[in-house]
């Protein structure tokens, strides 16, 4: 009965290397997010997704490549990994994007780049 | 853009004791304010929230206030106890399509 699952929950890699995070969401929520936090615990917005279009993107390199096949899921790509990439990648879920849209988090993938 | 500043960043107090996180926020056309908590190695879950509209939100033992003049907000927490020990976040976010701009944390410790 999960409702927004991320796979991996720990990813461990080389830098340069390309690496996919998945999520999806059961809760038929339209609107998905990817979350960054560093090893500070600071937790900034990557991107937001409604029905499968961006409608956020905050200025996040493009080695970053945020994908939607459809609404219950948001996958994250990343090309030419980084030491500065390392952090927790949490994905979210709201019923729609509008501001009093409670927002539930997946589990996070911890990403470690060596 | 939005910015909010949460304080303190690490909060110790007694079982028992309450404990008070502020925030402050710079747009004052921000109108919807979550807090968060996220356990060691957990993810954020949502706690309790308020609207601009509203001065003041209790859920048992959690409380927020909103001061829309100051643009400040507080969560107020009683009769502490150790499982509320974890990171609080506070958030804020506008009108219309809009994304969470959360404050950089406090951690609660709350000690037997």
């Known amino acids: 009965d999960t409702a927004v699952s991320q796979t991996p929950k720990y990813l461990v890699t080389q830098m340069g290397n390309d690496k996919s995070i998945k999520c999806e969401q059961n809760?038929?929520?339209?609107?998905m997010y990817w979350y960054k936090q560093d090893s500070k615990k600071f937790l900034k917005i990557m991107f937001s997704?409604?029905?499968?279009?961006?409608?956020i993107n905050e200025t996040v390199p493009n080695r970053f490549s945020p994908k939607s096949p459809d609404k219950a899921h948001l996958n994250l790509h990343i090309n030419s990994l980084e030491l500065g990439d390392s952090a927790v990648y949490f994905c979210a879920s709201s019923q729609d994007g509008s501001y009093l849209a409670k927002q539930f988090f997946g589990p996070g993938t911890r990403l470690t780049v060596l | 853009g939005e910015n909010v500043e949460q304080h303190p960043s690490t909060l110790s107090v007694q079982e028992g004791d309450s404990a008070v996180i502020k925030c402050t926020y710079s747009d004052s056309a921000s109108n919807y304010f979550p807090w968060y908590k996220q356990e060691l190695g957990k993810r954020p879950q949502l706690i309790i929230d308020?609207?601009?509209?509203?001065g003041e939100k209790k859920d048992q033992r959690i409380a927020v206030t909103l001061n829309k003049t100051a643009k400040h907000f507080s969560l107020h927490i009683t009769e502490t106890q150790p499982e509320d020990s974890a990171v609080y976040f506070c958030a804020a976010t506008l009108s219309g399509y809009s994304t969470l701009t959360f404050g950089k944390g406090t951690m609660l410790l709350v000690s037997p």
């Open positions: 809760l038929g929520h339209d609107t």
């Open positions: 997704y409604n029905n499968k279009e961006l409608i």
């Open positions: 308020i609207r601009s509209n509203v």
